[in-house]
């Protein structure tokens, strides 16, 4: 009797254990790169979460150079082509959560990406995606992700210019700390006051945060401001001249810190 209750008892705890391990939440950032800030970003999550991580490569890599990465994936996009990738080295149905990372193309997640979204099973499992890009795109292809995934959770991640690429660790903090995943508090920011015409100063400010980046030829026409523990925040409504020469309008985001730094764009609506 002393020897089934000892067998029953090791059995018991086996079980509890097997079900234990059933009941770890497993995660893995999963990511497409070509200039390695998407990397750093997926990298990032990988140190501050513990995940698994692993990244997806076209089976006919694309060019490094900026211009002709453009060319290939317009002409992909005219012909309806999808970019044949190589198998991932991850298991997919061993995880929970997914972190998806990409750069922007065309206003929302890259071609690789696309393909890649195409073909994985990812039924009922959570989505983090997070993004890197010029000017803007995040939240276009959020909303495009949930389309092409239905039968996933799709949850906000983060998005992030390639030329803010310092502030990506604070980004995946913030962003883990909203999931639930790390401890800690995110700054509550107030909203926007309402859009006003732009004065002297305003129109500075935009001027000097939008100046050097050539895909942004915008004039700024109304501004509202809200104070964070960083400096001011602007979103400024503006209209933008196009490389045809039309004009659309676009809502800018800039960040003046406190101190002597440089007013810098963080994010464009368009």
């Known amino acids: ?67 002709k990465i453009i060319e290939r994936s317009m002409q ?3 012909d309806s082509v999808m970019p044949e990738m190589l198998p991932l080295e991850a298991d997919i149905a061993a995880y929970d959560t997914i972190f998806v990372g990409y750069p922007i193309w065309f206003g929302t997640y890259a071609l690789p990406m696309k393909s890649w979204l195409a073909s994985a099973d990812l039924k009922g499992k959570v989505i983090v995606p997070f993004a890197t890009f010029g000017s803007g795109g995040y939240t276009q292809s959020m909303a495009d ?21 310092d502030m990506i660790p604070a980004c995946v903090e913030e962003m883990l700390i909203k999931l639930g995943m790390k401890e800690g508090e995110v ?6 006051s309402e859009q006003k015409a732009v004065g002297k100063e305003e129109t500075e400010i935009f001027d000097t945060a939008v100046k050097g980046y050539d895909m942004l030829k915008a004039k700024a026409k109304t501004v509202g401001s809200r104070t964070v523990k960083a400096g001011t925040e602007y979103r400024f409504e503006a209209e933008n001249e196009g490389q045809d020469g039309s004009k659309k ?22």
């Open 187 to 192: 700054e509550q920011k107030a909203d926007f």
């Open 1 to 67: 009797m002393k020897k089934l209750t000892i067998v029953l008892l090791a059995v018991l705890a086996l079980v509890a254990c097997s079900t234990e391990k059933k009941a770890e939440k497993k995660s893995l950032v999963v990511y497409y790169s070509i200039t390695s800030t998407t990397k750093a970003a997926a990298e990032c999550i990988q140190q501050m979460t513990g995940a698994d991580i692993a990244a997806l490569q076209a089976k006919d890599a694309y060019p490094t150079d900026f211009q």
């Open 76 to 78: 992909e996009m005219k």
């Open 249 to 270: 309008p676009v809502t800018v985001f800039v960040m003046k810190e406190n101190g002597d730094k440089a007013p810098y764009f963080t994010l464009v609506e368009y």
């Open 145 to 165: 992700m949930k389309a092409a995934l239905p039968e996933s959770q799709v949850v906000e991640g983060f998005g992030i210019r390639a030329a803010l690429k």
